[in-house]
């Protein structure tokens, strides 16, 4: 079974009478790229808040690595995020903006700052000023500053938000190879399509609840064309979709329902 990174069990959210997040439940596990997707307001960036211990949940709970958080203060040390917009210095270099982080995380190998920036591929911006950068550039910076302290499970709010399809493959190589060294990785968006590109598990979060998770397959399985048919002898239809229409690419949902694909 594969080790869960991050469990909530019934998260609530309310602002004043406003529920944000309306009994949550997500299950990400160790590797996973997974996709965070709801539309502006649904509660993305609360439910990333909420599990990142940057805002207060009401009730419920948040397991991190297995332990929950409120008993478990070191998880925190091993995430590291991207929430809102991170303030970097517009007349700072990439390296001189990062040596600003290492100083208030008190990170004193500035190596570290080489390694981060290689793994973005910000290495070859010298002196380029934050200022000079593309939007995509920007947001790399961000998923740097967010691995600094090599955490083993981040989490992005909505980076790849207004990037060209460029933009977008770079970070998806990035993502793709934080996952290779192990990083558990959730990431949000308010649209699927970009989302699709990188992630392998989603969750569909509407007016604060998750309303759908599901694997890449199973989405794939539930976007793809098909006739749904609900019929009253399951066995029978099987035996003249087979010997009538010649196709075995169908699905059986249950007892009176029927997927077919072709
Ligand atoms: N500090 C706050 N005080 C009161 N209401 C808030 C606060 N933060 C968020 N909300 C409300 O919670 C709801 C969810 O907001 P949230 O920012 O989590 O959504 P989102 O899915 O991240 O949206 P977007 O894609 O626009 O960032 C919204 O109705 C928002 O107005």
Do not use: W
């Not at 309310?14 to 649904?42: M, W």
């Amino acid at each position: 079974m594969k080790q869960e990174i991050l469990k909530t069990k019934d998260l609530i959210k309310k602002y004043k009478d406003n529920i944000v997040l309306n009994k949550v439940n997500i299950t990400i596990n160790k590797g996973d790229i997974y996709g965070l997707v709801g539309s502006n307001g649904a509660g993305k960036s609360t439910l990333m808040n909420v599990i990142s211990s940057l805002t207060m949940k009401d009730s419920g709970k948040v397991y991190l690595f297995g332990k929950e958080i409120a008993q478990n203060r070191d998880s925190r040390n091993r995430i590291g995020c991207m929430i809102e917009n991170p303030a970097f210095y517009p007349n700072l270099s990439a390296y001189d903006n990062l040596k600003y982080y290492c100083i208030l995380k008190g990170i004193i190998d500035h190596e570290k700052i080489h390694e981060v920036l290689r793994k973005v591929k910000l290495d070859n911006t010298r002196k380029k000023k934050f200022k000079q950068f593309s939007l995509g550039m920007k947001q790399r910076l961000g998923i740097a500053l967010a691995i600094l302290n090599n955490p083993d499970f981040i989490i992005l709010d909505e980076p790849i938000n207004g990037l060209d399809p460029l933009g977008i493959s770079e970070i998806r190589e990035t993502l793709l190879q934080l996952q290779q060294e192990n990083i558990t990785i959730l990431i949000s968006s308010h649209i699927l399509s970009e989302l699709y590109l990188v992630a392998n598990k989603f969750g569909f979060l509407e007016g604060g609840k998750i309303i759908k998770e599901l694997s890449k397959e199973q989405l794939d399985n539930e976007c793809s064309r098909c006739l749904s048919i609900k019929v009253n002898d399951i066995k029978k239809t099987c035996v003249l979709l087979e010997e009538k229409l010649n196709t075995t690419n169908y699905k059986v949902l249950n007892e009176q329902e029927i997927r077919l694909y072709d």
